[in-house]
T-cell receptor
Framework: AQSVTQLDSQVPVFEEAPVELRCNYS??????LFWYVQYPNQGLQLLLK??????LVKGINGFEAEFNKSQTSFHLRKPSVHISDTAEYFC???????????????FGQGTILTVHP | ETGVTQTPRHLVMGMTNKKSLKCEQH?????MYWYKQSAKKPLELMFV???????ENNSVPSRFSPECPNSSHLFLHLHTLQPEDSALYLC????????????FGAGTRLSVL
């Protein structure tokens, strides 16, 4: 079974500074990786996904993540954050499935990003 | 707008009430999920339906009763809930297959008094 560890529960940062939210996964098979963002009183919104191909994945709102198979990591980065990026971020992993079966998502505990003016 | 709509957005109920949460997806997906999100706890998968058939029940108490009449609609019927059931209930859907990407609704914030 696969699992995810988000290494920081809270990350405070000043506006316009760069940020990195860390995510490590464990799996004995190939995986798909995701980052979701949750704004207060909202559901989870897909930020970006790694399925295959280029290890650098670009998402919405200027975020990107890099898949590193040797370090089993999928860290999320943004070069310059805004106040509006304040939210909780979840890393998730699943394994590819065949046919029309579904794959269970395993979520990390979440990282609360707080952007200060 | 993710294509997954949940109603109501907020619900307050007493422990003896019966209520239902509704989820509708407009994405043509075949799998639908119920998750529970409590404060300071990880996201908990409750139920999974694939092509209207329940394929997962993660030891959820019987006071939660899911229903999936078709691949576009999912309900969660609630009865005799406890205060500890207060949480954000999230619905998600996915196409299934090799690229199983889940899309979430905005959730229903449930308070049990």
């Amino acid at each position: 079974a696969q699992s995810v560890t988000q290494l920081d529960s809270q990350v405070p940062v000043f506006e316009e500074a760069p940020v990195e939210l860390r995510c490590n996964y464990s799996s004995s098979v190939s995986v798909y990786l995701f980052w979701y963002v949750q704004y207060p009183n909202q559901g989870l919104q897909l930020l970006l996904k790694y399925l295959s191909g280029s290890t650098l994945v670009k998402g919405i709102n200027g975020f990107e993540a890099e898949f590193n198979k040797s370090q089993t990591s999928f860290h999320l980065r943004k070069p310059s954050v805004h106040i509006s990026d304040t939210a909780e971020y979840f890393c998730a992993v699943t394994r590819p499935t065949g046919g029309t079966s579904y794959g269970k998502l395993s979520f990390g505990q979440g990282t609360i990003l707080t952007v200060h003016p | 707008e993710t294509g997954v709509t949940q109603t109501p957005r907020h619900l307050v109920m007493g422990m003896t009430n019966k209520k239902s949460l509704k989820c509708e997806q407009h994405l043509g997906h075949n799998a639908m999920y119920w998750y529970k999100q409590s404060a300071k706890k990880p996201l908990e998968l409750m139920f999974v339906y694939n092509f209207k058939e329940q394929t997962e029940n993660n030891s959820v108490p019987s006071r939660f009763s899911p229903e999936c009449p078709n691949s576009s609609h999912l309900f969660l019927h609630l009865h005799t809930l406890q205060p500890e059931d207060s949480a954000l209930y999230l619905c998600a859907s996915s196409q299934g297959g090799a690229k199983n990407i889940q899309y979430f609704g905005a959730g229903t914030r449930l308070s049990v008094l």
